[in-house]
C-alpha cells in the first residue's frame, strides 16, 4: 500500500470514528493563521528569508473537557536563501492528529498541549543561474505544540498557539528542518 493510500485511509477511518463517536458540543471545527519560522542556517548568504504566513485548517473531538484529540491541514509557507547566482527555496504542508489535553476553564481562558505525528511534504528547489532543480519528501514526523483559548461563548473560541514540527526535503542526514509557527484563530463546536 502507498503512502498517500495509507495516509487516505488512515484519515478516512479517524473521521469515520470521530463521526460515530460524536454528540453535541463535542466535535469542533476551526482555523488559524499566522508566522512560521524555519530554523535554517544562512551561513554565507546574502539574502536569507526564515519566515512566511502559516496556517493551519482544524478539527477535532472533545473526549472530556480536559482532553481531545485532533487533526489538522497546515501550510508552513516557504524559506529561501541565495547568494552570488546560486538559490534555494523550501516549503512545505502536511496533515497532523495528536492528543490535546486542557486546563480546567479559568475566567474563560483555557490553556492546552497537544503532542502527536505529522505528515509532512517537503519540498526544495534550487537554482544555479539558469539551472533549476527541485524535489520532494514525505516522511512522518513529531508534532507539538502549546497554548491558550478564551471562551467568546458556549460554541466559540479564540485560539492562540505555537506549534513545533520538523519538515524533511530529502534522504540526506543534513535535509531536515525544524519550523515553528505562532498561529492565532478561531474554534466552534457543534
Sequence with gaps: MSKKSLL???LLIAGLVLSAQATAQQRYLGAAIGTA???IDCTGATACDKTD???QILTGYNFSPTWAIEGSFFSLGETSASNAGVAGAFKSSGVDVGAVVKTPAMKGFVGLAKMGLAYVKGEVVGSVGSLVGSGSKYSVQPMFGFGVMYQVNQDVNVRAEYTYRKVKVADMS???GNV????LGAQ???
Design 8 to 10: 487516505a485511509t488512515s
Design 53 to 55: 504566513t502559516s496556517y
Design 174 to 176: 543534513d535535509a531536515t
Design 37 to 39: 519560522k524555519w530554523n
Design 180 to 183: 515553528s509557527t505562532f498561529t
Design 188 to 190: 466552534s463546536t457543534f
